[in-house]
């Protein structure tokens, strides 16, 4: 019955006298980390422009606070006595090592993130066909809240190996790409000032960063299309898609109003005087 002796000297190896002041060490350190992330938000919601910064510091301390607790309660538990390592068998040894080591390898990933930042928490990130904001650099996963509310959840070591773009790589502005299109034919010099001048005005954008318009003709697919984009700074990353809203709601109007035309309103419009233009007698 080996395997009845490997859990037998396994037990010999935990300390139950320090089970409770285990028990005690991770209600307090959980309860500790959850009233230090409130204090955390509330003080970014009131100090915004130190708001990444304080996310930052707050996924430190609590990447560092977990592996505190861990090593607390393992020394706390176990009974690190010469006598009773050896007294764990070799079976029993490679059976923990086997299940620790996607979490070790976890760990060590999420050190590296933190040291290395090619994102941090706040930050906006595309990976693996998400798009949402780093909530959490936890010990075994980061987590992503993306624009529609959904919670995901990635393993660590994923962005080791695998490319990730981040919006606004630790700043609290990051920029914004709008298109907008019109018929081929249409006023694209108005159009353009259209749409600088509704993108600088819009009370979300930081002007301290420069608003560029391109203007450029596509093949949008059998149409040939003129393409006005902006690229401009949303003063806080967490407004992006009410910048994008505000922006494009005016220009739309300003489009309506002065009668420049979409590409499906100009193609449209031609196919109706073609269908009523007269035709010469036979």
Do not use: H
């Amino acid at each position: 019955m080996e395997g009845v002796d490997d859990i037998q000297n396994f037990i010999q190896f935990i300390n139950f006298d320090g089970v409770p002041f285990a028990l005690l060490i991770l209600v307090v350190g959980f309860v500790g980390l959850r009233v230090m992330g409130s204090l955390v938000d509330d003080m970014g919601e009131r100090f915004t422009n130190w708001r990444l910064q304080l996310m930052k510091g707050k996924a430190v301390l609590r990447f560092s606070a977990y592996i505190v607790m861990a090593v607390l309660v393992l020394t706390t538990v176990l009974r690190l006595e010469n006598e009773a390592l050896m007294a764990i068998s070799g079976t029993l040894a490679v059976a923990i090592g086997f299940a620790m080591k996607d979490l070790a390898a976890s760990l060590m990933a999420g050190l590296i993130l933190i040291i290395d930042e090619p994102f941090q928490v706040g930050d906006r990130i595309a990976f693996d066909g998400y798009y949402g904001e780093v909530t959490e650099i936890g010990l075994r996963s980061v987590r992503l809240a993306t624009l529609d509310d959904n919670a995901v959840t990635v393993p660590n070591n994923k962005f080791l190996t695998d490319s990730v773009a981040s919006a606004n790589a630790g700043a609290l502005d990051a920029m914004v790409v709008v298109p907008f299109y019109i018929g081929a034919a249409e006023d694209f010099q108005r159009a353009r000032r259209i749409v600088a001048e509704a993108t600088a005005t819009s009370r979300y954008v930081y002007l301290k960063k420069p608003v560029v318009t391109l203007v450029t003709d596509e093949f949008l697919g059998e149409r040939f299309v003129t393409v006005i984009k902006v690229k401009a700074y949303v003063f806080d990353i967490r407004y992006e898609k009410a910048f994008v809203t505000d922006v494009t709601e005016r220009v739309k109007l300003s489009f309506r109003r002065l009668g420049i035309r979409t590409p499906d309103q100009q193609y449209r419009d031609l196919d109706l005087n073609a269908r009523e233009a007269p035709t010469d007698p036979v």
